[in-house]
């Protein structure tokens, strides 16, 4: 039996090429966790980011026993394996600044969802911490979308989307000026406090705290493999664990341990279905690829392909290109 423990983007996709597989996940739905910005800011309802499984092993893997071949889960079941394939995703990797844990809001699950679109409605005042494309997708989204709100965007590198084309960070500053975005570059947060920030330019009100940056493996991958990096399992590029036989990994929480895998849905699904399909008995070599990196704010696309900056139509069109397998990945079964 090949077991696939954690059912997203990775884990679903590995799931479709193999339905004679068990997958196991702590929840019984799938969430469209790119859409948790556009439910955060009213544009989407939950139906449209929380898709219920067919199949699924409903349970919380605490450990993998990689010597019997037996997966642990928090109610003590122990399920026997083959093969595994770990997509655990990603965790944010919240700053240890001081407050962070008391005050400032995550967006990883529905639950942060929820609790993110309630409070928007209720506070005037919002500060992001991370000037990333959550970050920016967030202040803008917000900006565009819901009306009477402060909101300021903490950036502590002088340039809004730093893994992009300085194209995209110029244009993301532009937006974000227009709609009225506080933005603060070249700034670090200090310290969280219950109604503000406290940064290296002075103290910023803010009723609403909402870290959008930093992202690692789940920390559970330290308990599977020895050799770990930023908690992501390293895996070879046939996507096999580089310690334990018979073990995958794919989606956020795996990655090389030369040159590290991107973080994104695309990725996650092709990994996904390189896992199974590896698992089953092909030698693939897997070569990460993500075909655009498009940012939205309101009704305006642009980003980079490749190295190239696009906007406009042709930014739209490659983003819903570079969703279009994912966004089929829940329709399972
Ligand atoms: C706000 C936000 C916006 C984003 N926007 C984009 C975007 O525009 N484009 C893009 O490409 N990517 C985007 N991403 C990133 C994208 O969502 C991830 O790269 C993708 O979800 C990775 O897929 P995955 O399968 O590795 O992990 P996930 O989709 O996170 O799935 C991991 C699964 O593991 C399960 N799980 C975790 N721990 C356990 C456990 N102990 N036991 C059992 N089950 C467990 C979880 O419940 C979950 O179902 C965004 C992410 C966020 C948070």
Redesign the pocket.
């Known amino acids: 039996m090949i077991v696939i423990?954690?059912?997203?983007?990775?884990?679903i996709s590995a799931y479709n090429q193999n339905k004679n597989s068990l997958l196991?996940?702590?929840?019984d739905y799938?969430?469209l966790?790119?859409w948790?910005?556009d439910f955060a800011c009213g544009l989407k309802n939950i139906d449209d980011i929380r898709v219920k499984y067919e199949k699924v092993l409903v349970?919380?893997?605490?450990k993998i026993d990689f010597n019997e071949r037996r997966i642990i889960l928090s109610n003590g079941q122990s399920i026997s394996y083959d093969k595994v394939i770990i997509?655990?995703?990603?965790q944010q990797n919240l700053p240890r600044l001081k407050g962070a844990k008391e005050y400032a809001h995550k967006?990883?699950?529905l639950q942060d969802a929820l609790e993110l679109k309630k409070r928007i409605q209720e506070v005037r005042d919002i500060v992001i911490i991370g000037g990333g494309?959550?970050g920016v997708?967030?202040a803008g989204n917000i900006a565009s979308n819901v009306t009477g709100k402060r909101i300021t965007l903490i950036q502590r590198r002088d340039r809004l989307l730093p893994t992009m084309t300085t194209a995209s960070s110029n244009t993301a500053k532009k937006i974000l000026t227009e709609l009225g975005v506080n933005l603060l570059l070249g700034v670090e947060a200090l310290e969280i406090k219950k109604n503000s920030v406290l940064t290296t330019h002075g103290e910023i009100k803010s009723e609403l705290t909402i870290f959008a940056g930093g992202l690692k493996g789940?920390v559970?991958i330290d308990a599977f493999q020895h050799k770990n990096k930023n908690h992501r399992l390293i895996v070879d590029e046939y996507l096999k664990s580089v310690e334990h036989k018979n073990v995958f990994g794919?989606?956020?929480?795996a990655t090389f341990e030369e040159i590290d895998i991107p973080?994104?849905?695309?990725?996650?699904v092709s990994s996904?279905r390189i896992s199974m399909k590896n698992a089953l008995g092909e030698e693939i070599k897997f070569k990460p690829k993500r075909i655009a990196t498009i940012i939205r704010i309101g009704d305006k696309f642009f980003g980079d392909f490749g190295e190239n900056y696009v906007e406009g139509n042709t930014a739209k069109l490659l983003r819903s290109m570079?969703?279009a397998e994912?966004l089929m990945i829940p329709k399972m079964g």
Request: net charge negative; hydrophobic share 45%; with cysteine.
């Open positions: 423990v954690g059912g997203g983007f990775a884990g196991i996940d702590k929840k799938f969430l966790t790119p948790i910005i349970g919380e893997v605490v997509s655990l995703g990603h967006i990883e699950n494309a959550s997708e967030l789940p559970l794919a989606g956020d929480c973080m994104s849905a695309d990725v996650a996904g570079a969703y994912s």
